[in-house]
């Protein structure tokens, strides 16, 4: 019994330890051009122990974003606590996805579109991305920092078109991702702000 354990701790090791390796790898050459002899060679195991654990390379992609995006939220979770108001906590957002950003090849989000099980998790998530904006856009009007007169759920779908569209066009490709974010800030955020919501936006360099 203690012998199943053991090779099943191992084996949750080791699933964490391919996905970490895989993000690195899809982060700096995009997905394609990674195969899963590459993730296998660069932490010296076998093919055949990374698709024990993983069907195949759209599986292992999946659990990568699955990881990944969960890091990120329990990483802005923690910063929010220690923001004073909702746009303190959007510049926080604002400058971990310029770094995200910054740090992964362009083509690794031109390579998401390909893969259908990626497409459908985004889809999916759509759902719970939406219910954050409104309690982003509802807890900045109690704060006075947003117009109490907003309607929230017409600017909440033209902020998720603004940034699905964004994607979609690959404007990373053309345009320096800070200048792209900074834009965004520009159209989608301070034409909603208060007085206050806007000294506080100046005041963190947007």
Avoid at 61 to 75: G, I, P, Q, S, T
Avoid at 80 to 109: D, G, H, W
Avoid at 156 to 161: A, F, G, S, Y
Wanted: net charge neutral; charged share 30%; hydrophobic share 40%.
């Amino acid at each position: 019994m203690q012998r199943i354990k053991g090779i099943s701790a191992y084996r949750r090791s080791l699933h964490d330890i391919i996905i970490d390796a895989a993000m690195e790898a899809f982060s700096k050459h995009g997905i394609k051009a990674v195969k899963m002899d590459d993730v296998a060679q660069h932490l010296s195991i076998s093919k055949r122990t990374i698709y024990e654990l993983f069907f195949n390379k759209e599986t292992l992609l999946l659990e990568v974003l699955k990881k990944h995006k969960a890091d990120k939220e329990r990483e802005l979770e923690e910063m929010s606590r220690q923001c004073n108001n909702v746009i303190e906590m959007m510049l926080k957002a604002y400058y971990q996805k310029i770094n995200i950003f910054k740090n992964t090849n362009p083509q690794f989000y031109s390579d998401l579109k390909k893969y259908p099980s990626v497409v459908e998790l985004f889809k999916q998530d759509s759902e719970n991305v939406h219910e954050k904006y409104h309690e982003f856009l509802k807890r900045g009007i109690s704060e006075g920092v947003f117009r109490s007169d907003i309607n929230i759920e017409l600017t909440t779908r033209l902020l998720d078109t603004v940034t699905f569209s964004m994607m979609a066009d690959e404007l990373y490709k053309t345009y320096n991702i800070e200048d792209i974010f900074k834009s965004l800030a520009f159209i989608s955020i301070r034409g909603i702000c208060t007085r206050k919501g806007l000294d506080l936006l100046d005041e963190g360099i947007i």
